[in-house]
């Protein structure tokens, strides 16, 4: 079945600098990848996705790119703030009644 | 847009009692609902699948007759706890698509911690 795969599972920038978190999938057929954004005590948040037709979007300080050659695909945060610190999951589906496969999370610190 | 709610945030209960657990999308019709159990620093576990006016699917290791589903209408699920136990203590989330296809956005509810004596 498919897998997904998320690194590093923790993560600590300096306030102002770039985080990347990066997820790796297994089934070829996936076709849509959200990221989600959990603050403590949370419910998840979507803030951005993408769909395998397009390669990379942004929206104003989030980035996500895809490969599907590689299989994989990354989030990117510039500018980082102390709010940005929480556990974001990536995920993968595929059309066709299947459910959605999460990856195990990554605990963003962002220190001021 | 795309706003879940569930009810209650948090809920304590004696072992043995059964605690029911509701999920509503507020501003969209839900064609389909998850349920998923958090455990500390841990990713989303499915529990189970429902579609309105059809029976749940549950994921494997998932016992039915603990963890009741009912989807009554296109913006309500309930998920009850059947006679809890102190394992059954969690972090219980449910999230809600509105399309057609399991390929659409999920949109998850804030959560609800079950604390069982």
């Known amino acids: 079945g498919e897998n997904v795969e998320q690194h590093p599972s923790t993560l600590s920038v300096q306030e102002g600098d770039s985080a990347v978190i990066k997820c790796t999938y297994s089934?070829?057929?996936?076709?849509?990848f959200p990221w989600y954004k959990q603050e403590l005590g949370k419910g998840p948040q979507l803030i951005i996705d993408?769909?395998?037709?397009?390669g990379e979007k942004k929206d104003q300080r989030i980035a996500v790119t895809l490969n599907k050659t590689a299989k994989h695909f990354s989030l990117h945060i510039t500018e980082t703030q102390p709010e940005d610190s929480a556990v974001y999951f990536c995920?993968?589906?595929?059309?066709?009644?299947?459910?959605?496969?999460f990856g195990a999370g990554t605990r963003l610190f962002v220190k001021a | 847009g795309a706003v879940v709610s569930q009810h209650p945030s948090r809920v304590i209960c004696k072992s043995g009692t059964s605690v029911k657990i509701e999920c509503r999308s507020l501003?969209?019709?839900?064609?389909?609902m998850f349920w998923y159990r958090q455990f500390p620093k841990k990713s989303l576990m499915l529990m189970a699948t429902?579609?309105?006016?059809?029976?749940?699917?549950?994921e494997q290791g998932v016992e039915k007759d603990k963890f009741l589903i009912n989807h009554a209408s296109l913006t309500l699920s309930t998920l009850t706890v059947t006679s809890a136990h102190p394992e059954d203590s969690s972090f219980y989330i449910c999230?809600?698509?509105?399309?057609?296809?399991?390929?659409?956005?999920?949109?998850f509810g804030p959560g609800t911690r079950l604390l069982v004596l």
């Open positions: 501003d969209f019709q839900a064609t389909t």
């Open positions: 993408i769909r395998s037709n397009v």
């Open positions: 429902s579609n309105e006016g059809s029976k749940a699917t549950y």
């Open positions: 089934d070829s057929a996936s076709n849509y």
């Open positions: 995920a993968a589906s595929k059309t066709g009644g299947f459910k959605t496969i």
């Open positions: 999230s809600a698509t509105a399309g057609v296809s399991f390929q659409q956005t999920q949109y």
